[in-house]
């Protein structure tokens, strides 16, 4: 029963990030790369070394922003899972890692597929945060390093 209610509040918590961020955050980003690309920001034509210089800023910024916050959807399910096999009589702890991994890359997959290809830095945030689910189930240690606010949030390091 515990893996049951387990599956269903992470495939929620899963469906409800990568329908919101392939809705909200996905067209944004493109849009603001393709506007840079085309010399609508900023007034510059697409050439130019600033126009380049800008469109890197922006690409690394991106980066960082999009990996953070989809290496949170990693270190929450791996929390989640630590969390559920520390409860009396959860069983297993290899079919909360199963579970918990299968849902995880399924949120993370769903969100790549609906990104555009434009360049590596568009996909590398995809890939950081598909390795930081095994980093981090393998390492929870270093968990509290980047999210040490959710860490208090959900009761601690299991």
């Known amino acids: 029963m515990k893996a049951f209610s387990f599956t269903l509040s992470l495939i929620l918590w899963g469906y409800i990030i ?3 961020y392939a809705r909200y955050v996905t067209p944004f980003v493109s849009g603001t790369r393709r506007s840079i690309a085309s010399g609508e920001f900023g007034g510059t034509t697409g050439d130019d070394l600033q126009s380049k210089l800008l469109r890197v800023a922006l690409d690394l910024v991106f980066f960082i922003a999009q990996a953070y916050f989809l290496m949170g ?8 899972i630590r969390i559920m096999t520390h409860l009396p009589d959860a069983g297993s702890p290899v079919i909360f890692y199963v579970i918990g991994m299968a849902i995880c890359m399924w949120t993370l997959g769903y969100i790549a597929l609906r990104e555009k290809y434009e360049g590596f830095l568009s996909i590398l945030h995809s890939v950081v945060a598909m390795g930081a689910f095994a980093t981090f189930a393998f390492k ?3 968990i509290p390093v980047l999210y040490g606010w959710m860490v208090n949030i ?3 390091l299991r």
């Open 18 to 20: 990568a329908v919101l």
């Open 73 to 80: 959807w990693s270190a929450y399910a791996v929390l989640k």
């Open 140 to 142: 929870p240690q270093h």
């Open 154 to 156: 959900m009761g601690g």
